[in-house]
């Protein structure tokens, strides 16, 4: 399918993805006075992209890497592409307490991929 290395190709699908999960599913919070009717389709189209670019990456980045280790990576993608998001578009601050829980993850996350001998 491509000559870029499996691991590559299937974080950049997992980052991209979500990009557009965190939009579909924080984006409405800066648009209030919009309907929810119509936040929850614009959302739900937005989803779509997502799901366009989760599946694929989950199919490919299988075998390279187990279905736990996906869902890790996908993980610790998403609270990074919503600290990137909640402070620069809700411009919401990240608090010690946030990083300090993210450093929790990032630190199972580790663990997740530590080969014990």
């Known amino acids: 399918m ?3 290395p499996i691991p590559v190709v299937t974080i950049g699908l997992l980052i991209a ?22 936040v929850i389709f614009v959302s739900w189209g937005i989803a779509f992209f997502e799901y366009m ?6 199919r ?18 998403t609270l990074s592409v919503f600290a990137v998001f909640s402070v620069f578009y809700l411009k919401e601050p990240l608090a010690w307490n946030h990083l300090l ?3 929790c993850i990032a630190l199972g996350a580790f663990f997740i991929f530590h080969k014990w001998a």
Not at 28 to 34: A, D, I, M, S, V
Not at 53 to 58: E, Q
Not at 60 to 77: D, M, P
């Open 101 to 103: 829980g993210f450093g």
């Open 60 to 77: 490919i980045g299988h075998g390279y890497f187990s279905a736990a280790e996906l869902k890790t990576i996908q993980e610790v993608i």
């Open 17 to 38: 993805s979500n990009v557009f999960m965190t939009f579909a599913w924080y984006g409405h919070l800066k648009f209030k006075e919009t309907t929810l009717i119509t």
């Open 2 to 4: 491509t000559s870029l």
């Open 53 to 58: 670019l989760m599946v694929p990456a989950n």
